[in-house]
């Protein structure tokens, strides 16, 4: 792909299985973990090495820009690489403050960047037992580059993202993806709402996930939710 890529800001919104963590975490601190990462892509991950998504309670709400300081000043003195964001978890009307973990690549780890971010000011729920959906909104970093208009593709390569019209709300969008599903017969998709600013405005997206993305089907699939959306 000749595009350049450029980095710029947004979020990401999704309805997750999360449960609470306890592999070596500092006591009685409140850890969530994903439970089944793109689970509307139906892909065996396999046995776990390594943690996938966690999130850090936190006492208090966080702002994007006082975790990407904390992260500059981490990065400086641990010998591992990880990846944070921002991020709230609406789970039974409760809404929760945390910090998105992934790209860790060892469970030893987990305590040690609790601490780190302990000494850089944030502090941590005491922990309680959850097992619950909760709908997860990071507010993060991306890399993509705009391929054509109104389709970005992702450094990832299983990623893609296109331009929807409006906003949406998260009900809306949910019907939305559950009415293509039961209308076509490619269902090996997984689906999450978000925004991203680009050219200084912000643009409403859905983010597409599969093994292999297929570009023609991608913009089928553009096409089918653009459809949906006119009949709202």
């Given at each position: 792909m000749s ?6 800001t947004g ?12 592999i070596n975490?500092?006591?009685?601190t409140?850890v969530l973990e ?5 689970p509307g892509?139906?892909h065996e991950?396999g046995d776990?090495t390594?943690?996938?998504?966690l999130f850090f309670?936190?006492?208090?709400p ?5 975790i990407?300081r904390?992260?500059?000043n981490?990065r400086?003195?641990?010998n591992?690489s990880f990846?944070?964001a ?9 809404l929760?403050h945390?910090?998105?973990?992934k790209?860790?690549e060892?469970?030893?780890?987990v305590s040690?960047?609790q601490?780190c ?6 502090a941590f729920r ?5 097992n619950a ?11 993509i580059?705009?391929y ?8 990832n390569?299983?990623m893609a993202?296109f ?15 559950k009415s ?5 017969d490619?269902?090996?998709f997984?689906?999450?709402?978000g925004?991203?600013?680009h050219?200084?405005e912000?643009?409403d997206?859905v983010r597409i ?15 089918k ?5 006119s009949?709202y």
């Amino acid at each position: 792909m000749s595009n350049k890529y450029f980095e710029t800001t947004g979020t990401i919104t999704k309805l997750e299985k999360l449960s609470s963590f306890d592999i070596n975490i500092l006591p009685n601190t409140l850890v969530l973990e994903i439970q089944e990462p793109f689970p509307g892509y139906h892909h065996e991950f396999g046995d776990k090495t390594k943690p996938d998504n966690l999130f850090f309670i936190t006492t208090n709400p966080v702002a994007r820009e006082n975790i990407a300081r904390a992260v500059k000043n981490i990065r400086k003195y641990v010998n591992f690489s990880f990846d944070a964001a921002a991020a709230t978890i609406l789970i039974n009307n409760e809404l929760m403050h945390g910090i998105r973990i992934k790209d860790i690549e060892s469970f030893e780890h987990v305590s040690e960047l609790q601490s780190c971010f302990l000494s850089e000011g944030f502090a941590f729920r005491k922990r309680r037992s959850i097992n619950a959906v909760g709908l997860i909104t990071v507010k993060k970093f991306f890399n993509i580059c705009l391929y054509e208009p109104e389709l970005l593709f992702d450094i990832n390569p299983q990623m893609a993202y296109f331009i929807v019209s409006r906003q949406l709300s998260w009900k809306m969008f949910e019907e939305i993806t559950k009415s293509i599903r039961n209308n076509w017969d490619f269902k090996y998709f997984d689906a999450a709402y978000g925004t991203i600013y680009h050219n200084g405005e912000i643009e409403d997206v859905v983010r597409i996930y599969w093994e292999k993305l297929d570009f023609d089907r991608l913009k089928l699939l553009h096409k089918k939710y653009n459809t949906e959306l006119s009949r709202y």
